[in-house]
């Protein structure tokens, strides 16, 4: 074989390597942020610049979630609500960023109460995924809206 053969070769396979190499980092930067592993949850919402930047206060809130829990981190309190306390998950028309914000209708006592976020689907993450069939699971008699490619 030639030098310039194995160069060539070298050189057409580098931006392969390199986007190989850029997917594995953002992989391993995506599952850093998206779980709390002291406590054995997964991330289900993600946090908007555009909100952030016009300090958009109600819909800061981390939202988390396990086998019989759905967690809400608001300024810095956990609540911790039964998945079998969800009433409703459905999609809302506000679109932020390119995504639309879900919100979670949950009964508290007599009360109910909603809460508001960003889902964090990707193609390399589904655990909003797992979260909507986790509420579908443990009460079969709340209103879940299915993920679609035009509910994104």
Same mark, same amino acid.
């Given at each position: 074989m030639s030098y310039k053969f194995l160069l060539y070769t070298c050189l057409a396979m580098? !931006? +392969? +390597? +390199?986007? =190989?190499f850029f997917l594995k980092i953002s992989r391993a930067r995506e599952a850093g942020r998206q779980s709390d592993p002291a406590a054995g949850m997964r991330r289900i919402s993600k946090k908007s610049w555009l909100l952030k930047f016009f300090d958009v206060s109600g819909y800061q809130a981390e939202c988390y979630f396990d086998v019989r829990y759905f967690f809400i981190r608001d300024n810095g309190a +956990? &609540?911790?609500? !039964?998945?079998?306390s969800i009433r409703r998950v459905y999609r809302t028309s506000v679109k932020v960023s390119g995504r639309y914000m879900w #919100?979670?209708?949950? #009964?508290? =006592?007599a009360q109910e109460h909603t809460v &508001?976020?960003?889902?964090? $689907?990707?193609? $390399?993450?589904?655990?909003f995924l797992g979260f909507l069939s986790a509420?579908? &699971?443990a009460n079969p008699a709340a209103g879940v809206e299915k993920l679609t490619v035009f509910s994104l």
């Open positions: 580098s !931006p +392969l +390597l +390199l986007i =190989g +956990l &609540k911790e609500i !039964p998945l079998t #919100a979670v209708v949950y #009964a508290e =006592g &508001k976020f960003i889902h964090n $689907f990707t193609v $390399f993450n589904k655990d509420v579908e &699971k």
